[in-house]
């Protein structure tokens, strides 16, 4: 006996079978443990710097190189990037996945 064959001999059977896959379905959906929303961390960290008046040769000179000196042997730190603008250092650090955020911005504030 075929699946059609049996549907038309016997509605009350695949009514059945629907209504324990749905139920099935509502349960398993309700247990389900998803988030909307999941928490990201990104694992960028931006230093900017102002230096008021200062040309983006003397900002690079006084600010911008020595907070990569300080930031270049430090560990967990994967790439870092910098411009120098006039009046404005900005350094993008890149973390590895593993560094913890708040640990790494307490070891580059200064002391």
Do not use: C, H, W
């Not at 398993?28 to 928490?39: A, H, N, T, V």
């Not at 694992?43 to 900002?59: D, K």
């Not at 900005?90 to 200064?110: C, F, H």
Request: cysteine-free; glycine content about 4%.
């Amino acid at each position: 006996m075929s699946i059609t064959e049996l549907s038309i001999k016997r509605p009350s059977f695949i009514i059945v079978i629907f209504l324990a896959l749905i139920i099935g379905g509502i349960l398993s959906f309700q247990r389900l443990g998803y988030e909307i929303l999941p928490r990201f961390t990104p694992q960028i960290l931006t230093i900017s710097t102002l230096y008021p008046g200062a040309a983006p040769n003397e900002v690079e000179s006084q600010i911008t190189k020595k907070i990569e000196d300080r930031l270049s042997n430090q560990s967990g730190i994967v790439a870092i990037n910098s411009s120098s603008f006039e009046s404005l250092s900005m350094v993008t650090i890149e973390l590895a996945t593993n560094a913890k955020l708040d640990v790494v911005s307490r070891m580059l504030l200064p002391s």
